[in-house]
């Protein structure tokens, strides 16, 4: 049972992903171009990496094969971490069927894994972002996840609990309401990375943040959705032989 | 009636037992932390692979997209 799922969980990743990059080629790309333009033309471009001479990977290839690559990848590591989560929160969080736990855990993941660590470190395009504090911007990027993720298992656990005694909807409501106010008080703690240069434009800037953001809901909604219906194929087979009274499997 | 709303309700869903999950937890772990370094942090602020940046390169705009720190 755990196979199947985890292949499911992986296929859907893999569709995710695909899709994510379609979205981020057409939404995102252009802002990625103009922002290396702008690296290019301005003073540091010999720091940054990306200057003529150091083209290992040319620009067709980077934004074709490499960002397929890249988010494909992603969706499919994103998509096997994603079916062991499930497997892990089916049956034990309430009696949901597996599409809507698949929808609700894809939802409450993205908050935690993508948007939370976004409003403290937003994405930066090329060109904004010193290279020499690449180390330090790694380290709190991936702590401040790692912290919002272990809030929001926290959060997910005591939800459970309380809502056995206040009921589903106090006990939801207070789990998120302690998990924002403990990653808020989280990320006002954590040091501020401020990089974007006086000159980049604000315009450029808000384009690509908001296509890195989209492109991430993109590929996290069609992770919930694909393998929630996939899920509910495999479970809802699993299900009529040994649990489910004769008569009722099937009927949904 | 009362009989048949005790029988129409919600069929239990299937728990799959943490014993079955664990083993594959571990393995799909790994590697997907091993795959989300290489597009996430390779040639970035760590370099494994003496490739001079060849990944980082390779996957630069879906590093960026994605929203991670890339140089």
Request: net charge neutral; glycine share 12%.
């Amino acid at each position: 049972m755990m196979r199947t799922v985890l292949v499911r969980g992986l296929l859907a990743g893999l569709i995710a992903g695909a899709l994510a990059t379609v979205f981020a080629y057409v939404v995102g790309e252009p802002s990625v171009d103009v922002a290396i333009g702008l690296e290019e033309a301005g003073p540091g471009a010999h720091e940054h990496g990306h200057g003529a001479e150091e083209a290992v990977v040319s620009r067709g290839v980077q934004r074709t094969v490499g960002l397929l690559t890249g988010v494909g990848l992603y969706g499919v590591a994103v998509g096997g971490l994603f079916a062991v989560a499930f497997a892990f929160v089916h049956g034990r969080l309430g009696a949901l069927r597996p599409r809507l736990t698949a929808a609700l855990l894809a939802a409450g993941a993205f908050v935690v894994v993508v948007l939370v660590p976004f409003l403290k470190y937003p994405a930066n395009p090329p060109a904004v972002g010193q290279p020499g504090t690449i180390g330090d911007r790694t380290s709190l990027y991936f702590g401040f996840v790692a912290l919002s993720l272990a809030l929001g298992i926290v959060a997910a656990v005591a939800g459970r609990a309380l809502a056995d005694r206040l009921g589903a909807w106090w006990g939801g409501l207070l789990a998120a309401g302690g998990y924002v106010v403990a990653a808020a008080v989280a990320a006002a703690l954590l040091p501020v990375v401020d990089e974007v240069p006086p000159e980049f434009p604000g315009s450029v800037l808000w384009d690509f943040r908001l296509a890195s953001l989209a492109t991430q809901l993109v590929l996290w909604t069609s992770l919930g959705l694909l393998f929630g219906a996939f899920a509910e194929r495999a479970l809802r087979a699993g299900d009529t032989a040994p649990t489910a009274p004769a008569g009722l499997a099937g009927q949904r | 009636m009362s009989q048949a709303s005790i029988a129409t309700p919600h069929p239990v869903p299937l728990r799959i037992p943490l014993r079955e999950i664990a083993p594959w937890a571990v393995f799909a772990g790994v590697l997907a932390l091993v795959v989300l370094f290489f597009v996430s942090t390779e040639a970035g602020a760590v370099e494994l692979l003496s490739t001079n940046g060849l990944v980082h390169e390779f996957v630069h705009d879906g590093r960026h997209l994605l929203a991670f720190p890339c140089h």
